[in-house]
């Protein structure tokens, strides 16, 4: 194929799959994220289970999911904490607004 045909079919292709992941974002972003959290704990979940008898490594799953839950309580509870302290914020500059 000749490069000057190429070269425009390249920009609306990158045109087209930015154009598709900005639309599909509110689908591609959370399992994104899903993505990695669960990238980011399967080595600790293969080393407990690893490390179990075989009849204990369903222990290696349980760790990994207790190791998500926490972190979703902490998120969780900072979004909390910032969301008081805006309140508070709010509440003494609304006698001024």
Do not use: H, K, N, Y
């Not at 490069?3 to 990158?14: D, K, M």
């Not at 899903?34 to 490594?57: K, T, Y």
């Not at 979703?72 to 805006?86: E, K, S, T």
């Amino acid at each position: 194929m000749p490069s000057r045909i190429r070269i425009p079919l390249i920009v609306i292709a990158f045109a087209a799959a930015f154009w598709l992941l900005r639309e599909t974002a509110s689908v591609i972003m959370p399992a994104a994220c899903a993505l990695l959290l669960a990238l980011a704990v399967w080595p600790l979940s293969d080393a407990i289970r690893e490390s179990m008898p075989a009849r204990l490594r369903w222990v290696g799953a349980l760790a990994g999911l207790l190791v998500v839950l926490t972190i979703l309580v902490a998120f969780l509870f900072g979004i909390g904490f910032v969301g008081a302290q805006i309140f508070d914020l709010l509440s003494s500059l609304a006698p001024r607004l």
